[in-house]
């Protein structure tokens, strides 16, 4: 399965909510294919007092739940149809889940890139001492 058609799951997830309190739920949703082949998918929740979370959050936290952890590629898509980049938070948290998500496929409007060219400058062990 190929980034276009995770782009598909993910427009048929989309279900835009507004609270009553001004929040937003479902216009964005994520869809993620594992290393083992399986799609997850995850809307976002925007609501007040920074309560809330990304779409990729949301798709992260099912494959998680069903106990998988590596992501091959993921894509994240507004209501509008056009394909969002994952956020600082969202990119980090692909990297940290899964031992060898660093180089997962990212969706992006026209093209497809690695986690590793979003998120240059890892932080962690791994990157810091490559050596132990």
Request: glycine share 10%; net charge negative.
């Amino acid at each position: 399965m190929n980034v276009d058609d995770l782009y598909g799951i993910a427009r048929e997830r989309l279900n835009t909510r507004t609270t009553s309190r001004e929040g937003k739920m479902g216009h964005v949703a994520a869809a993620l294919m594992t290393a083992e082949g399986n799609i997850y998918t995850g809307v976002a929740l925007d609501l007040p007092s920074s309560i809330g979370f990304c779409a990729e959050h949301s798709a992260i936290a099912a494959m998680v739940t069903a106990g998988e952890y590596d992501v091959a590629r993921i894509i994240a898509v507004h209501e509008d149809g056009s394909i969002l980049p994952p956020c600082g938070r969202c990119r980090e948290l692909i990297n940290q889940v899964g031992e060898d998500n660093y180089g997962c496929e990212i969706g992006l409007s026209g093209r497809i890139v690695r986690l590793e060219e979003l998120l240059p400058e890892r932080w962690d062990e791994k990157y810091l001492h490559p050596d132990v």
